[in-house]
């Protein structure tokens, strides 16, 4: 399995931007898929983009659709979040999710066996 570390979390006024980066250690990272997933309190986890292993297909959550962007860098073993038009209904922790040879849907966190300790994203009104 692979490691992952998020980072570029923080406070920012609604309508501003953040990247977030999901670095991972270990070899073979360009056969996971990953996923971003995001957890306000009191909510339950909620998918919100994934980008496969092969081909690169990325997918995103209809309410960040337009707004967020996931890529990944396999040369840098690094996969990116770009959040732009940000919300305060974004505010959440955000974790990303690797697991190798994915090819399901990305809905499910319970699917994904590599896991990052999150990252605080806060969006002011």
């Known amino acids: 399995q692979v490691q992952l570390v998020e980072s570029g979390g923080g406070l920012v006024q609604a309508g501003g931007s953040l990247r977030l980066s999901c670095a991972a250690s270990?070899?073979?990272?360009?056969?996971?898929?990953v996923g971003w997933f995001r957890q306000a309190p009191g909510k339950e986890r909620e998918f919100v983009a994934g980008i496969r292993w092969s081909g690169g297909s990325a997918y995103h959550a209809d309410s960040v659709k337009g707004r967020f962007t996931i890529s990944r860098d396999n040369a840098k073993n690094t996969v990116y979040l770009q959040m732009n038009s940000l919300k305060p209904e974004d505010t959440a922790v955000y974790y990303c999710?690797?697991?190798?040879?994915?090819?399901?849907?990305?809905?499910?966190?319970?699917?994904?066996?590599?896991w990052g300790q999150g990252t605080q994203v806060t969006v002011s009104s």
């Open positions: 270990g070899l073979g990272f360009s056969r996971y898929s």
């Open positions: 999710a690797a697991e190798a040879y994915y090819s399901g849907s990305f809905y499910f966190a319970t699917d994904f066996g590599s």
